[in-house]
């Protein structure tokens, strides 16, 4: 069990389904969520974010060129750059911890090691869990 300070707060974001082939791609908000994660950013003590599932949706993704992955074919993509920037700067500054909880659209994610490395790698997931728990103490 996380043990957090009484001045941090807590986001969870879950099913943003970013991702996937130009057909099948059904997020269609990067700008807010990037004006979230600014705003997330300026909060003054501790902030934990958890991807609670589905962040990715990697079951709209057929197929990856070699060399690459399912996470690097869509923080690499233009459309998402920006927001992409965001996270990895959020994720870089201050007491800031994001966490990935994997869902169902990117299970992937837990079996796949590039997965992972290519989101630690590119500055925006500190952990990877199957659960989050925390508790707040002075």
């Not at 709209?60 to 690499?76: E, M």
Request: with cysteine.
């Amino acid at each position: 069990m996380r043990r957090l300070t009484d001045d941090t707060l807590v986001a969870f974001l879950s099913d943003c389904h970013i991702g996937g082939d130009p057909a099948r791609d059904i997020f269609e908000s990067p700008d807010e969520l990037a004006a979230l994660l600014d705003d997330l950013d300026r909060h003054p003590g501790p902030v934990e974010l958890v991807l609670a599932g589905d962040f990715f949706d990697f079951l709209r993704i057929a197929k990856v060129p070699d060399g690459t992955n399912r996470a690097s074919v869509t923080t690499a993509r233009p459309a998402y750059r920006a927001l992409f920037d965001r996270l990895q700067r959020f994720a870089a500054g201050g007491p800031r911890t994001v966490i990935y909880l994997p869902g169902n659209h990117d299970a992937e994610m837990w079996w796949n090691p590039e997965v992972r490395a290519t989101l630690e790698r590119e500055g925006l997931v500190h952990e990877f869990a199957l659960s989050y728990s925390a508790c707040f103490h002075s």
